[in-house]
């Protein structure tokens, strides 16, 4: 199997002129799962962004391949709560068009099945706790087949023992070398510990460096 790899050279990542953060070089590669650190205001959320490909470089390059779908899984507050829509269908709804009923409906149950929620397909999305909402979300990033994940404090706002649940889940999930899965957080004390490869934002420059537990 192809290893996923993101490869970032002479990046700078900003608005218009204005260099918010920048990547000399860098490479992240499938198979580990990376956690990017940074304070409120480093850069952390453009330099999303434009890894995600909606936000263009001002300068350098940033090349997915092999070449595959991006997924962004924002913060448990910004997810949707009173939708009228069963957990099942929420997840279809984020497939590409033109796939036919049978593998959306398939898609959508395996990757339940993979984050431990297919007892939930049919039950109402609102209804859902916290914690078994984010893991609907990381589903639908798997529906969708995504190459590259970008997580954004997918445990803020959860009790401890979801927290850790999740932190568990994704560490399984991007043990796998054809996607690439990069959470954002502030949490010093498990997110090193699950981390295959940390990286810290700071004073607009990434850089990977060793992480405090605390």
């Known amino acids: 199997m192809n290893v996923a790899r993101l490869e970032v050279r002479e990046l700078q990542a900003g608005y218009g002129r204005e260099v918010i953060a920048s990547v000399p070089q860098a490479t992240l590669e499938g198979g580990r799962l990376h956690v990017l650190f940074g304070a409120n205001g480093s850069g952390k959320t453009t330099l999303a962004r434009t890894f995600l490909g909606l936000l263009a470089p001002i300068r350098g390059s940033v090349e997915l391949t092999p070449k595959g779908g991006r997924s962004y899984v924002p913060q448990l507050q910004a997810l949707p709560i009173a939708i ?47 914690g078994q909402r984010q893991r609907v979300t990381v589903a639908r990033a798997l529906a969708q087949e995504a190459r590259l994940w970008i997580l954004d404090e997918p445990t803020s706002g959860m009790d401890r023992r979801s927290a850790l649940s999740l932190w568990q889940l994704l560490s399984d999930l991007a043990r796998d070398p054809a996607r690439i899965v990069i959470v954002i957080t502030h949490d010093h004390f498990d997110g090193p510990k699950h981390a295959g490869q940390t990286w810290v934002l700071e004073d607009g420059a990434l850089s990977t460096r060793a992480v405090s537990h605390g």
């Open 84 to 130: 009228p829509i069963t957990v099942a269908e929420w997840i279809e709804l984020g497939l590409p068009d033109g796939w036919p009923r049978e593998k959306r409906g398939g898609a959508a149950s395996h990757a339940l099945q993979q984050v431990g929620m297919e007892s939930l397909a049919h039950h109402s999305l609102e209804r859902l706790s916290g």
